[in-house]
C-alpha cells in the first residue's frame, strides 16, 4: 500500500532563517505531489504541486519554492523565512489521471519567531 | 474561482447521536472530496464523490451535482469522530486545483 511521510514534524525558526520540509511518497510511481498550508483558521490553500520531476507548479507568490528531485521526493524550501510564513504544511499525493482521490501526510508545523 | 461554502461551522452533539454536514458550492464540479482532520492535524480523505452516494461504515456522502451541493452523515457519533471535516472540489477530474471549505467543527461529547 501507498505510504506518505513529511519531516520534520514541528519546528521553530528565527525570521530570516532557511526552511526545508521533505515528503516522500512509498508504494507507487510517478504520482502527482502538492504542497498546501493551513494557517491560523482552517483554510487549505494550495502552494504548490508536481506532475513530474523538475515540473513544479506554482500558485502563490511567495518566497518559498519546492524542488522535486526524485520521483517520489517533494521538497519546500525558503531561503529567508518570515513571520506570516507560520502555519501548518501539509504534503499531499495522487496518482495521476482524472477520477482519484488525493491522500495527505502528517504535517509539519512551523513556527516562525 | 469556485466558491465552497459549509454549514454549519460548529457543531456539538452527544455520543450516539447522528449529524448532518453540507457543503455548497456555486458551479459544476468534475472533482468532490470530503476529508476529516483529527484534533492532531492528521487530513483523512473520507470520500472521493463528485456525483452519487457512498458509505463507508457508521458515514456515508451524497452529492447532488445538479444542485450544486453534497452532504455528509455521520451516524451513532463517537468521540473519535470529533475534528474539522473539509469538503474540496475542483472544475478538473484532477487534484491541480481543488478549492476547499472552510470546514466544520464537530465536537463530540461522550
Known amino acids: 500500500s501507498q505510504t506518505i511521510h513529511q519531516w520534520p514534524a514541528t519546528l521553530v525558526q528565527p525570521v530570516g532563517s532557511p526552511l526545508s520540509l521533505e515528503c516522500t511518497v512509498e508504494?507507487?510511481?510517478?504520482?502527482?505531489l502538492y504542497w498546501y498550508r493551513q494557517a491560523a483558521g482552517r483554510g487549505l490553500q494550495l502552494l504548490f504541486y508536481?506532475?513530474?520531476?523538475?515540473?513544479i507548479s506554482s500558485e502563490v507568490p511567495q518566497n518559498l519554492s519546492a524542488s522535486r528531485p526524485q520521483d517520489r521526493q517533494f521538497i519546500l524550501s525558503s531561503k529567508k523565512l518570515l513571520l506570516s510564513d507560520s502555519g501548518f504544511y501539509l504534503c499531499?499525493?495522487?496518482?495521476?489521471?482524472?477520477?482519484?482521490?488525493?491522500?495527505f501526510g502528517e504535517g509539519s508545523w512551523l513556527t516562525v519567531v | 474561482g469556485i466558491q465552497v461554502e459549509q454549514s454549519p461551522p460548529d457543531l456539538i452533539l452527544q455520543e450516539g447521536a447522528n449529524s448532518t454536514l453540507r457543503c455548497n458550492f456555486s458551479?459544476?464540479?468534475?472533482?468532490l472530496q470530503w476529508f476529516h482532520q483529527n484534533p492532531w492535524g492528521q487530513l483523512i480523505n473520507l470520500f472521493y464523490?463528485?456525483?452519487g452516494t457512498k458509505q463507508n461504515g457508521r458515514l456515508s456522502a451524497t452529492t447532488v451535482a445538479t444542485e450544486r451541493y453534497s452532504l455528509l452523515y455521520i451516524s451513532s457519533s463517537q468521540t473519535t469522530d470529533s475534528g474539522v471535516y473539509f469538503c474540496?472540489?475542483?472544475?478538473?477530474?484532477?487534484?491541480?486545483?481543488?478549492?476547499f471549505g472552510t470546514g466544520t467543527r464537530l465536537t463530540i461529547i461522550p
Open positions: 508536481s506532475v513530474g520531476i523538475g515540473q
Open positions: 499531499a499525493w495522487s496518482n495521476g489521471g482524472a477520477q482519484v482521490a488525493i491522500y
Open positions: 508504494g507507487t510511481s510517478n504520482p502527482n
Open positions: 464523490i463528485p456525483s
Open positions: 458551479d459544476s464540479v468534475n472533482n
Open positions: 474540496a472540489v475542483g472544475a478538473n477530474f484532477g487534484n491541480e486545483k481543488l478549492t
